[in-house]
């Protein structure tokens, strides 16, 4: 047997850019953005954004949508028809381009919403090329099967021309308007090694950011920086439901540590467009458990990701075939979301993947009830508590990990937390303790 036959094989071959060690990432919906509903509209809020602390943009698609079998008025985002063009319903190219490059002004990177497994019923390629599209078992187009998306039918990878068309339109974008890089729509639809070829074709223009709406590892691999943490937000959600117990989260972040690779990003939230328009606003998703479930998609492992409008209290479902304005206005979300974002930013622990800590679990006295967790790095000692319960707890903590002198963020006061500590926790309430040298807030 040679010598080096059983060395490790890393085959996560992606690697994370600088820029996106502590970076957040907002969603947003051009058609509900403001009144207007377009472009022009997003840029003119940018900084306003950025001021959030976010500094990836995710625009939902783009392009123009079908008419042919159209839900509602307007029809889904996500009934692509046309790949190299843009919905007049938004703007034009040089309303576009402006958004970019204001963006980029900001520092702030740009990806859009990419949607590669299927098209709408009209979009040209259909007639152009109808033996790209998957067919039922009478031979005709069909939509994804099980789901009710009868406006769209479904792309077939094995046809090498399709492959070739899909990466040559991605690239267009990246080359005509310098975007960043890709959400791109059910991921896991879409085979692997689809994936490895477009991701190089990309990073031969510009390195790119690219995002799996899907959960998968193998993802990882060579294609995608971060994939959605869809098994995080439902846990949450169970738990401010009362239909799961606290024990259920440390069995997702047991197995996000072990089972994942270090380099991979995972995206945590508590909302994004299909959660609004189909479950429910954050507020009926949460409940009261609301913050303590935006403090630990923003200080857990995870990128966190905003969705439009939960700044303003996510006051309603966005319609999502027909207008909808968002109801802007200030409100504590969004205060609590600035705060926690300028502490993820100021403290390396709380840095995004390979970056930032890995969460080292604190027992406690109360685990039905509470979630408790370190993250360490360099001098910085972050100490999180999280009463996920409907009651209020008093709490005490084993070992000593969790000693020391902090500043908690809540209560602005410094505290010194010792081996016979007690906590008391309000119901859905949560600390947070930070042991750096005291950034101001």
């Known amino acids: 047997m040679p010598a080096n036959a059983y060395t490790p094989n890393n085959r996560y071959q992606v690697t994370q850019a600088e820029w996106s060690k502590d970076a957040v990432i907002y969603q947003i919906n051009v058609r509900q953005f403001s009144q207007a509903g377009?472009?022009?509209?997003?840029?003119?809020?940018?900084?306003?954004?950025?001021?959030?602390?976010?500094?990836?943009?995710?625009?939902?698609?783009?392009?123009?949508?079908?008419?042919?079998?159209?839900?509602?008025?307007?029809g889904s985002p996500y009934a692509v028809k046309d790949y190299l063009a843009i919905n007049p319903e938004f703007g034009c190219e040089h309303s576009f381009q402006a958004l970019v490059n204001k963006a980029h002004e900001l520092d702030m990177k740009v990806i859009l919403d990419w949607v590669p497994n299927h098209s709408a019923w009209d979009n040209h390629l259909v007639e152009q090329h109808p033996d790209w599209y998957a067919k039922d078992y009478k031979g005709d187009f069909r939509p994804s099967p099980w789901w009710d998306w009868s406006d769209?039918?479904?792309?077939?990878?094995?046809?090498?021309?399709?492959?070739?068309?899909?990466?040559?339109?991605?690239?267009?974008?990246?080359?005509?308007?310098?975007?960043?890089?890709?959400?791109?729509?059910?991921?896991?639809?879409?085979?692997?090694?689809?994936?490895?070829?477009?991701?190089?074709?990309?990073?031969?223009?510009?390195?790119?950011?690219?995002?799996?709406?899907?959960?998968?590892?193998?993802?990882?691999?060579?294609?995608?920086n971060m994939s959605y943490a869809w098994s995080w937000n439902e846990t949450m959600h169970d738990i401010a439901m009362g239909r799961a117990s606290v024990d259920r989260l440390r069995k997702y972040y047991s197995w996000n540590e072990r089972a994942w690779?270090?380099?991979?990003?995972?995206?945590?939230?508590?909302?994004?467009?299909?959660?609004?328009?189909?479950?429910?606003?954050?507020?009926?998703?949460y409940g009261d458990c609301l913050e303590a479930a935006i403090v630990l998609s923003v200080l857990g492992e995870g990128m966190p990701l905003?969705?439009?409008?939960?700044?303003?209290?996510?006051?309603?479902?966005?319609?999502?075939?027909?207008?909808?304005?968002?109801?802007?206005?200030?409100?504590?979300?969004?205060?609590?979301?600035?705060?926690?974002?300028?502490?993820?930013?100021?403290?390396?622990?709380?840095?995004?993947?390979?970056?930032?800590a890995t969460m080292i679990q604190v027992p406690n006295s109360q685990p039905g009830q509470v979630f408790s967790f370190v993250r360490m790095q360099d001098n910085c000692k972050v100490f999180i508590?999280?009463?996920?319960?409907?009651?209020?707890?008093?709490?005490?903590?084993?070992?000593q990990l969790f000693e020391g002198k902090y500043f908690e963020l809540v209560s602005e006061t410094i505290e010194e937390l010792v081996s016979h500590s007690e906590l008391s926790v309000d119901a859905w309430g949560y600390r947070i303790y930070f042991s750096a040298a005291m950034p101001k807030m």
């Open 385 to 399: 508590v999280l009463n996920l319960s409907s009651e209020a707890v008093t709490v005490s903590f084993e070992e």
């Open 152 to 224: 769209i039918i479904e792309f077939d990878y094995d046809s090498s021309e399709l492959r070739e068309y899909m990466i040559n339109a991605m690239c267009y974008w990246v080359k005509q308007f310098n975007i960043d890089g890709f959400r791109c729509d059910v991921a896991g639809y879409v085979p692997n090694d689809f994936w490895l070829q477009a991701r190089q074709a990309l990073d031969a223009i510009k390195p790119v950011f690219m995002l799996a709406e899907w959960e998968n590892r193998d993802l990882h691999e060579q294609a995608f």
């Open 261 to 285: 690779p270090r380099s991979a990003y995972r995206m945590t939230f508590v909302s994004n467009h299909d959660k609004n328009a189909w479950d429910g606003t954050q507020h009926e998703q």
């Open 38 to 74: 377009t472009f022009d509209a997003v840029t003119q809020r940018l900084a306003d954004i950025h001021s959030l602390g976010a500094n990836i943009i995710w625009l939902m698609p783009v392009n123009p949508i079908g008419e042919k079998h159209r839900k509602g008025t307007l």
């Open 306 to 356: 905003i969705y439009n409008s939960q700044e303003a209290g996510e006051s309603k479902r966005l319609a999502f075939f027909e207008r909808d304005p968002i109801e802007w206005q200030p409100h504590p979300i969004g205060d609590l979301y600035r705060k926690l974002i300028r502490l993820k930013k100021r403290l390396p622990a709380l840095w995004n993947g390979p970056f930032g």
